[in-house]
Structure formats: C-alpha cells, structure tokens
C-alpha cells in the first residue's frame, strides 16, 4: 500500500517522525523502510531540528566499513554514502544527548576583553576564579575582577572572550557574578544592565598585515604564561549562536543564565557581551565621575563531545569524526 503513494511522498511522511525512537524503529521495519530512512537523511533532519548551529557547518563522517569482503565488493558507491551519513549523524545525535548535565566548567583559558582599566591586575583572566578575593586581605584592594575602562557614555558595551575546553562543545547555562566594590562608600556593584552570548569559531585570515596590535591577551589556568603583543589584527569570529539579552541582577551573587535549549558551540570561542552600564566610579587618571563594568568570575555549564571535533577554514567550519570505527551491518 505504501508504494503506492511514491518514494518521495513516503519519505515526506517519515520526516515527521520526531522522537529519535520511532526513527530508528522505522529503519529496522523492512529493507525498503530502511531505504526510504536513508535516502531521506532523516537521522540529519533529525540533528539539525533540535541543533540548529550544524546547518551553519559541514559535517564529514568516517568512512564506513562493510562486514565481509563480499559486502565491500559489490556494495554501490551511492548507498554505502547514505549508510555513511546515516550512521554519523546517529552517531553524532547520541554523542550529543547521551551525557548528563554536570556542573563542570567548559571554559579553558581566557582569551581577551575588550577593555582593561588597570592591567595587568584587573585582566580577563581573573573572571576564571570562583573565589572573588583569592584568600588576599580586603587592605591590599587586590581582589579577582576584571574592569572595563571608565566611559562617561553608560551605554558603551564591552566583551569577554574565552576559549572552551573542546571544540566541539554542548552548553547548557553560563554563570556570571558581578564584582561588589566593598572598599568604596556604598559598596556599589558594578553589573552590566543585560548581558548576551555569542557561541561559534575565529574565522582564518588568508593573509595577515604587517601592523602590530597591543591586546589584554588571556590565561589558561593551567598554563600562566602572559603574551601582551600578538601580531596582525584582532581575529574575526563567526557566530553559530547568539543568545537572547537577559536582565542582569544588580547582586553580589554567582548568577544563572539558563539558554533557551541546549546550544551547539562549535569552533570553541564564547563571547560574553556586557550591555550598559549601572554604576559610576572616580576616574584614577583625571578624577572624573565614570561608568563602569566590574565582573568577578564567569563560568560555564556544558558537555564536551569527545568522539567529534571541528576545524575552521575561510570558506566555512567542518565538524569531523575523530576515533571512530562506522561498520555497516550484515542486513
């Protein structure tokens, strides 16, 4: 009855499964069901739907291997590709939904901010301790934050660049705490008014100018090394995900920003975007009355995907499969 209705209208039907269950119970239903569930991509369909961020990149899969010589020699070219990305992007959906949520931090190392009032001390690189003071005494005034410069303009927004820990990354909420000013009178806490993420890869250069740029370069926790010049431009990135503005508390407290879904990071670059300005601070330079953004640590809560990892090029970004053997199966 079904092959009555034409491949084409039997696959449109099929595509409207939704939960990964039914699909693959309709891969094993007979060949020909299997057929129209490869020849449809609906395992793609299916990662794109609830991943949004791979229809902005290519996805390259091992190549498969066939059980048996015989299989291998007469298996078509075109229906051993359709098992390839069949099998991949199964594999790649269970890669992302199969680990639970923990409360590790997926930030690696610190890259750049788009302002730094006094560095080296109040650099990005002290937003990567939880702890505020670090254990040193409220006297010396050297506490973990980073601040930006001083604007008289309250709605001049900064940035906080970070690098995650894989490059193909899975994540689920950032936490931000605002830096409380105890040692001024008031103890003004210096948050920005919304705050916005931006989730993708730096894009490469074909070339690169001669001109020398002076940036607040960042720090990995494991690996304190300071490099204050760095060669050519400041790099462009491309983003895969941009979040919505959310409202941040006026509190000296670590603050939750629950995404919306579950968001792909791929190409391993966050950029946290720090949107108007709350609290105003005297100047060190010429005592005028500024506007300030002060953040004390910045965390977040994702799932590294181990088994896939992503490369950039100027064309475009490529997921590909790394340590994994695809077998086609017998029947």
């Known amino acids: 009855m079904m092959e009555r209705m034409g491949a084409d209208t039997i696959i449109c039907i099929l595509k409207h ?9 309709a891969s094993i239903v007979c060949r020909s069901w299997r057929q129209y569930v490869l020849e449809g991509q609906l395992w793609r369909e299916l990662c794109h739907r609830e991943f949004p961020e791979l229809q902005l990149v290519e996805v390259e899969f091992a ?9 291998a020699r007469y298996l078509h070219v075109f229906q051993s590709t359709l098992e390839k990305y069949h099998h991949g992007y199964n594999q790649l959906y269970r890669e992302f939904t199969k680990t639970s949520v923990s409360d590790m931090n997926c930030i690696g190392a610190a890259i750049a901010a788009s302002s730094t009032d006094e560095f080296p001390r109040e650099k990005i690189h002290e937003t990567l301790y939880a702890n505020p003071r670090k254990g040193r005494t409220q006297w010396l005034r050297a506490w973990s934050y980073w601040s930006s410069k001083g604007q008289r303009d309250p709605e001049v927004p900064e940035t906080l660049t970070y690098k995650l820990v894989s490059s193909v990354c899975l994540i689920h909420e950032i936490k931000i705490r605002p830096f409380k000013a105890e040692f001024h009178t008031g ?3 210096f948050s920005p008014r919304f705050v916005r993420f931006r989730l993708g890869y730096e894009t490469p250069r074909s070339s690169c100018p001669d001109d020398i740029r002076e940036i607040d370069i960042g720090y990995s926790l494991s690996q304190l090394v300071e490099f204050p010049w760095t060669p050519g431009p400041p ?4 983003w895969t995900s941009v979040s919505q503005e959310y409202p941040v508390l006026k509190e000296d407290v670590l603050q939750v920003f629950k995404l ?3 968001v792909l990071c791929v190409g391993q670059i966050l950029q946290v975007d ?6 105003t601070c005297f100047s060190d330079e010429d005592g005028a009355l500024l506007y ?3 953040i ?3 965390n977040v809560v994702g799932t590294p995907i181990r088994n896939f990892a992503f490369r950039s090029s100027s064309a475009s970004g490529v997921i590909y499969q790394t340590g994994v053997d695809l077998t086609l199966p017998n029947t």
């Open 17 to 25: 499964l939704t939960a990964p269950a039914d699909l693959a119970s």
């Open 274 to 279: 720090l949107l108007g300005r709350t609290e």
């Open 292 to 294: 300030y953004i002060c």
């Open 296 to 298: 004390c640590h910045v």
């Open 235 to 238: 790099p462009e990135y491309t």
């Open 260 to 262: 919306s879904r579950p």
């Open 187 to 189: 103890d003004p806490i």
């Open 63 to 71: 190549d498969c291997v066939a059980r048996g010589s015989e299989r």
